[in-house]
């Protein structure tokens, strides 16, 4: 079974930075596409970034593109987001979720197993 640990939320000023980190174990981690999603209060979970199992692709949402940067260390079984120039509309609980195997991977129906959840709060 897939477990799902992240780590590294917290208090940030706007234009801060702050990196998560996810922690996969039980598989083989360089087999499953990995992916950041966040969720805001009264909000749908929404699509963050993905990475591809040897860390060849990544894909962004519009709203963190140029300011995001995904990637992962497969000797470590870890998966990161780096956040920069962060913006009060960035705050929310952040989700590492992992994808067995197929060819969509912007929506959440699209990964099998989840943390969960990290805080992430930027202030004005």
């Known amino acids: 079974q897939v477990q799902l640990v992240e780590s590294g939320g917290g208090l940030v000023q706007a234009g801060g930075s702050l990196r998560l980190s996810c922690a996969f174990s039980g598989r083989a981690f360089s087999r499953y596409r990995m992916g950041w999603f966040r969720q805001a209060p009264g909000k749908e979970r929404e699509f963050v970034a993905t990475?591809?199992?040897?860390?060849?692709?990544?894909y962004y949402a519009d709203s963190v593109k140029g300011r995001f940067t995904i990637s992962r260390d497969n000797a470590k079984n870890t998966v990161y987001l780096q956040m920069n120039s962060l913006k009060p509309e960035d705050t929310a609980v952040y989700y590492c979720?992992?994808?067995?195997?197929?060819?969509?991977?912007?929506?959440?129906?699209?990964?099998?197993?989840w943390g969960q959840g990290t805080q992430v709060t930027v202030s004005s």
């Open positions: 990475i591809r199992w040897l860390g060849e692709l990544t």
């Open positions: 979720a992992a994808d067995a195997g197929g060819s969509t991977w912007s929506t959440a129906k699209d990964y099998d197993y």
